[in-house]
């Protein structure tokens, strides 16, 4: 078996409609544009492909994440496993970016401040949350929710978005408040972790659609 058990996979979801105009989205609720469903269909191909199969899945409360997971575990042959959903896993809130395009935001704002809202750790948007703050809401459900049944021995799916996903890996990988700036998830991007008995990583993969 190519993927053993205490294995957890993430996935930031497929392109929205929101992602294609290039929009601010946070807690907004956009669908998938058709590019999208086919990224989703192509990440559940290639996992089966590559051996994957699940005992159970998470994901947030928002459609885009949900829709991803539900095409993939289609994708699977795996439509009834049980998913659990939470806005702890929820994409940042935005504030009053979300809606606006970079462009324009960036004319309200100015290009360094916008940078320093999208990438920086713990600048805050107006009205929003910084990747600090998601990450306060995420981490505790992660270790209570999830870590704890990769602990157990399973395999566990996780599909959410770019900057919840963004502090999870912050995490996982250790990576310090300066350098999270740098990291990034691509629509559909997939990221596969062994942990041991401790939840430390012992091998990270990435799948590629």
């Excluded at 929101?18 to 929009?23: A, K, S, T, V, Y």
């Excluded at 601010?24 to 990440?43: H, K, M, N, Q, Y």
């Excluded at 459900?141 to 395999?155: C, F, K, T």
Aim: one cysteine or more.
């Amino acid at each position: 078996m190519p993927f053993p058990d205490r294995t957890l996979v993430i996935v930031r979801h497929g392109q929205s409609l929101d992602n294609e105009r290039d929009l601010f989205s946070g807690i907004r609720d956009p669908d998938l544009t058709e590019r999208g469903v086919g990224e989703a269909r192509s990440c559940g191909r290639r996992m089966k492909e590559v051996g994957l199969s699940f005992d159970i899945a998470f994901t947030s409360e928002l459609t885009r994440a949900r829709r991803t997971l539900s095409l993939i575990l289609s994708e699977l042959g795996q439509p009834d496993l049980a998913v659990h959903r939470s806005a702890a896993l929820n994409e940042r809130d935005y504030g009053e970016l979300a809606g606006l395009n970079k462009r324009e935001s960036q004319e309200r704002w100015g290009v360094a401040q916008v940078r320093a809202w999208r990438k920086s750790y713990d600048a805050v948007p107006p009205g929003g949350e910084s990747l600090a703050m998601t990450a306060d809401r995420l981490l505790p459900y992660y270790r209570d929710e999830i870590e704890s049944r990769v602990l157990a021995g399973q395999r566990v799916l996780l599909v959410a978005h770019g900057n919840s996903l963004r502090a999870l890996i912050m995490h996982l990988d250790g990576i310090s408040a300066d350098a999270v700036a740098d990291v990034h998830l691509a629509t559909a991007q997939t990221l596969a972790y062994r942990l041991d008995e401790r939840g430390r990583v012992v091998e990270k993969r990435a799948i590629s659609a």
